[in-house]
């Protein structure tokens, strides 16, 4: 590519070109042959299908594709298995609640053409988060790309189902489940939020004792009134000698023809809570189930599948659980029952997806025997087959798969995989079966047969991600390729739902672990460490940040309807940092998001995202660009071989050094999931070493003449850009394909920079006397720049610049040197270097760093009368610090009882502050020699 440059990156136009030019040539494309190329395989974690990405997939995503492109350009054939999951319950919720503003219900459709309505708006939003995938520069193999109601992985999740079934590790069974009543399904343990500290009632009311037994009353405490229509005991403490006479009594429900027996109970009754005696409703608390299969008792469900109360509650039937509530305290006080209430704070179990408060209920359904599953799963990871990163969550994964529940993997919804089991109307037989068309009764062979209506927990397909999407059951090459996978990138709020399900059936289906390694990142957060919500109006869509909008569109999309005034102060409260950037953010483009996200730990659990962070990385890629830029207009006739050039100069052989220990960094970063690490060297090399400091120092000999200094340091510049940006690829795609389009490359490099050999250390050359020399003069020259600040010299005034030492090796250096020392502090002349020992040229400032004495000449450049204000001030500020850093340590409390650390470096800053008071009074000496 040898077009003109324009003067800044412009990344809408880059990007959707390289994306494009990518896609079409099969960058991306993972062979399933074997080629001799070790294989690296890293699962995408399938988004829902529940309409636009957000930041959270756009850190996922960015973590991945580097550590993918970092294989791919490390010679391995890497696969990046796309794909996306149907999201069984969170999907279904979305569609009802369009056809709820259509004044319809999923009812009113039927099944089959609400299931129809579900994939007509599944191939919309599955096809616009495919779109903004690629522009996060997100490099699957496309043509791969699953859905996990596809036919093929439908059948998968058929097999695991009948072997599971057949292995007697899948049952049917009546318990007690938690129970979503808006979304009319079961929901597992992991996906009920408990809420805790929030305030209730303890409400007591009294049961009166059957007169056959004695008449009187005993009085139970309850946080949920309303159940007391399901109850068929109270329970009290064998023990208690308040209650011990009444056990085996019966108590006359207030409200039903039912006796209720009182029962003794060690395990359910604490005495000492509420009034000792407790209702007991088996078919509506956890605690209370087990207590009535320890006493048989009966289990009478109260409640709707909507959350209303049935037939089996009298006269309160057909009203909602909450009315039911007020109801039943209203009649407990008409019948003289009620006993009163006192505040009391409780755990509010709700569902994650609907947010409604879960009702315990008793159901029959679906369940996997977890602990057969769990044992193969925790050895997994004790003896080291697969790993998981950060290992603080080691414990947890432990602890969670150490106390597993069998698995309840049915739910009441209509999209998702049906039960693949067959009920028989003449017998009542369940034949499970692998054929989708109803078969024969097993037990009657009757073809009476209806399917279970009933369909899988999304988990339970999800659980197959890594096996079923290389085309298992069937014994594929690529199954027999990228599986077990390399890497599993994903959040630690999934360890549970996904990632141990995923590990206990890839031992159980494939025998071995589905991943080598667990690498688990955080949750992004506004800056204040609040998590994103539309309520909190914290909300940024990355691609918003890619290609810019206005913060009144950005908060009008995130909460239509809410006040806009009200709208930009929660979001602006949320960004203090986004208030410097006016009315909006500009078009930052996909590599400074990409590169801002990198720049994260991703071991940290919370991640703040700063929008001043991503325009510092949009700097940085215009920095990339007009490196390359400046650099490309000297390159006439270099080529390069591929070799690390030769090089004599200082400049040239300390970036070549400085290039070698910035690609160590970056590939042990990579390797070891620290991409921050990567980011920090990169950024630090190409800003710092690279720009700053090289083509600074580099400038003398490329705008001089043909030579050999010109032509090594045309070599250097050509060689370390393009192994710069190969280094930088897998974190900014796009900008370094652009740049290294434009760069000399050696004979028999890739078209693409995506296929170009990830750099290693040895591409560089380490020296230690380059380092040690460039040390020294970085030194001097950053002391005579901080001179010229602190004076406030204009840039474009020269001054003289004396520079003494008594160290041979360094006078030699500077003397070298002197040429580009004049240059970069801007020296009047020629930079003076001379041994050590003479008195300070008058009208000159002394500064000393590294066992150099930098001399600046300030006389006929520096108001005398502008100096002495600025010396006074600063020794009157200087002077109150003195005096309060005196003070503190002339405490006893705190020399004795801080920390020795503190106290120590309250001294150090004490020295340092009467270190600077001296120079200042030097200072003041100086403004009579100007």
């Known amino acids: 590519m ?34 001799g190329a070790p294989a690296y395989c890293l699962q995408m974690p399938p988004p829902n299908v529940t309409g636009s990405l957000h930041m959270g997939h756009a850190m996922r995503c960015t973590f991945e594709d580097t550590l993918v492109r970092y294989h791919r350009m490390s010679g391995f054939d890497a696969l990046f298995q796309p794909g996306m999951d149907h999201a069984g319950i969170a999907t279904q919720t979305v569609v009802e609640r369009q056809l709820k ?186 605690n209370d189930f087990a207590t009535g299969k320890r006493h048989g008792l009966l289990e009478i469900n109260i409640l709707t599948l909507d959350g209303k109360i049935n037939e089996q509650g009298g006269r309160f039937a057909g009203l909602d659980r909450f009315e039911a509530r007020k109801a039943v305290k209203r009649a407990l006080a008409e019948l003289k029952l009620a006993r009163g209430s006192r505040p009391h704070v409780l755990t509010l179990p709700r569902s994650e997806r609907s947010g409604t408060i879960v009702e315990p209920m008793i159901s029959t359904q679906w369940f996997v025997k977890m602990a057969p599953l769990a044992e193969p799963a925790l050895a997994a990871v004790r003896d080291g087959r697969t790993r998981i990163l950060p290992e603080e969550w080691v414990k947890t994964y432990e602890h969670f798969l150490g106390n597993i529940q069998d698995w309840c993997i049915s739910r009441q919804l209509w999209w998702g995989h049906q039960v693949p089991a067959f009920h028989c109307a003449q017998c009542s037989h369940v034949t499970v079966t692998r054929d989708e068309r109803p078969p024969r009764c097993g037990g009657c062979g009757g073809a009476d047969v209806v399917q279970d209506e009933d369909v899988l927990d999304t988990w339970f397909s999800s659980g197959l991600w890594p096996f079923a999407t290389l085309g298992w059951p069937a014994a594929t090459p690529a199954l027999a390729k990228y599986y077990p996978g390399s890497d599993l990138e994903t959040g630690y709020d999934i ?7 995923m590990m206990m059936m890839g031992l159980h289906f494939m025998g071995e672990v589905p991943f080598r390694r667990v ?60 208030a410097e950037m006016g009315s909006g953010f500009p078009a930052f483009g ?66 070549l050094s400085r290039l070698g220990a910035a690609l160590g960094e970056a590939r042990a970063g990579l390797d070891a999931y620290r991409l921050d690490d990567t980011t920090s060297a990169l950024y630090r090399f190409f800003w710092t070493d690279l720009c700053d400091w090289f083509l600074e120092l580099s400038k003398p000999a490329l705008y001089g003449d043909d030579g050999p200094a010109r032509r090594e340091t045309q070599a250097v510049a050509a060689y370390v850009l393009e192994v710069a940006l190969r280094a930088l690829h897998p974190l900014a795609p796009f900008v370094t394909e652009e740049l290294w389009q434009r760069l000399p490359k050696p004979a028999g490099r890739p078209a693409t920079i995506a296929k170009a050999p990830y750099p290693r250390p040895e591409e560089g050359r380490r020296d230690a006397e380059a380092e040690r020399e460039m040390a020294i003069l970085q030194e001097v020259i950053g002391a005579a720049r901080s001179a010229r600040t602190e004076h406030e010299l204009s840039p474009a005034v020269e001054v003289p610049i004396v520079l003494r030492s008594a160290d041979e090796r360094a006078l030699s250096l500077l003397s070298r040197e002197r040429a580009v020392i004049t240059k970069l502090t801007r020296a009047q002349g020629e930079v003076v270097v001379e041994p050590a020992g003479g008195p300070r040229p008058r009208g000159h400032v002394l500064g000393v760093t590294g066992g150099v004495e930098v001399l600046l000449g300030l006389s006929g450049h520096v108001d005398p009368a502008k100096e002495r204000e600025r010396v006074t001030r600063q020794q009157k500020k200087v002077e109150k610090d003195v005096q309060l850093m005196q003070k503190r340590l002339s405490l006893p409390s705190f020399v004795e009882k801080a920390p020795p650390e503190v106290v120590e470096q309250a001294k150090a800053d004490l020295a340092a502050l009467l270190r600077r008071q001296a120079d200042l009074a030097l200072a003041l000496e100086l403004v009579e020699e100007l």
């Not at 919500?533 to 869509?541: E, Q, R, W």
């Not at 809410?562 to 602006?572: G, I, N, V």
């Not at 590599?591 to 949009?618: C, F, H, Q």
Request: glycine residues 8%.
């Open 2 to 35: 040898t077009t003109e440059m324009s003067k800044a990156f412009d990344p809408g136009e880059v990007e959707a070109r390289w994306y494009a030019h990518w896609e079409r040539e099969g960058v991306f494309d993972a062979p399933d042959a074997q080629t």
């Open 101 to 286: 503003r259509e004044g319809l219900s999923r009812h009113d459709l039927g099944r089959e053409e609400f299931t129809a309505r579900v994939w007509r708006w599944r191939h919309e939003s599955g096809g616009r988060i495919a779109l903004q995938q690629r522009e996060l520069g997100a490099s699957p193999d496309w043509k791969r790309s699953v859905f996990t109601m596809d036919p093929g992985y439908a059948a998968a999740v058929r097999e695991a189902f009948c072997r599971l079934y057949e292995e007697g590790l899948i049952y049917r069974a009546t318990r007690l489940v938690n129970w979503d009543c808006e979304a009319r399904t079961v929901l597992s343990d992991l996906e009920v939020e408990n809420e805790e500290g929030q305030n209730g009632e303890l409400y007591e009311f009294a049961y009166a004792i059957d007169e056959a037994d004695g008449g009187g009353e005993i009085v139970v405490a309850t946080t949920r009134p309303e159940t007391m229509l399901g109850d068929t005991a109270v329970a009290v403490h064998p023990d208690d000698e308040r209650y011990r006479h009444l056990i085996g009594k019966r108590l006359r429900h207030p409200f039903v023809d039912r006796l209720v027996p009182v029962i003794g109970d060690a395990i359910l009754v604490d005495p000492k809570f509420g009034t000792g005696a407790v209702k007991v409703t088996p078919a509506h608390d956890f």
């Open 495 to 501: 360890l549970f739902f996904w990632v141990a399900r």
């Open 519 to 578: 690498l688990l990142s955080g949750l992004i957060v506004d800056e204040n460490g609040d998590k994103m919500s539309k309520v909190k109006g914290n909300v940024i869509d990355p691609l918003d940040l890619i290609h810019g909008a206005t913060f009144e569109e950005m908060v009008q999309r995130a909460m239509p309807g809410a006040p806009l005034t009200e709208s930009l102060t929660k979001f602006k409260k949320a960004y203090p940092s986004a």
């Open 590 to 655: 996909t590599d400074a998001l990409r590169l801002t996200l990198t720049s994260y730990s991703p071991g940290a659990k919370r991640i703040a995202l700063a929008p001043k962070r991503v325009e510092g990385y949009r700097h940085f890629c215009n920095k990339m660009w007009n490196a390359t830029r400046f650099v490309s207009a000297y390159l006439d006739g270099v080529s390069l071989d591929g070799a690390v050039p030769a090089a004599t100069g200082l400049a040239n052989r300390w970036i």
